[in-house]
């Protein structure tokens, strides 16, 4: 081999070894990762409704959505306690979210699913949901 096909054949490795990480690279990088916190305020008497709903189907029609669950939880002191369910998603970014619930919202599992356990009333009052980005100091969450 000549020196300059040698040459010319080094100094392409770094270029090559970028295009494949890039190529190879997730979508959903750490930084387009956008989560979201949901809180869900149930009307009296109606949280195991929902935690069952959540327990038993909506966490896996998320996850058929592109929503990752993250976490869940419900408070332990009043005056939240007894009627609130509180979660974080991960999407991969602001536009997939949106795109993400709207396919969630007319999945006819879904609504299925929904009108079934309220078939003895509502269930959710109120819902808040605030789009959060991670911070570059935060810990990194798996």
Do not use: C
């Not at 332990?76 to 991960?90: F, R």
């Not at 509502?122 to 959060?132: F, G, L, R």
């Amino acid at each position: 081999m000549s020196g300059m096909d040698r040459r010319t054949l080094l100094q392409s490795i770094p270029a090559a070894a970028l295009l494949g990480k890039i190529a190879l690279a997730d979508p959903a990088s750490p930084s387009t990762t956008v989560y979201e916190l949901r809180i869900y305020h149930t009307f009296e008497g109606k949280l195991d409704d929902l935690l069952a709903r959540f327990r038993d189907h909506t966490m896996k029609l998320f996850e058929k959505h592109g929503m990752k669950n993250v976490a869940y939880w419900v408070p332990t002191d009043d005056p939240l306690k007894g009627k609130t369910l509180i979660y974080i998603l991960a999407h991969p970014s602001r536009e997939s979210a949106t795109a993400n619930w709207d396919a969630f919202r007319n999945d006819p599992e879904w609504v299925s699913v929904r009108d079934k356990s309220e078939a003895n009333g509502k269930i959710v009052d109120k819902v808040d949901s605030t789009y959060m980005t991670m911070t570059d100091f935060s810990p990194k969450l798996s």
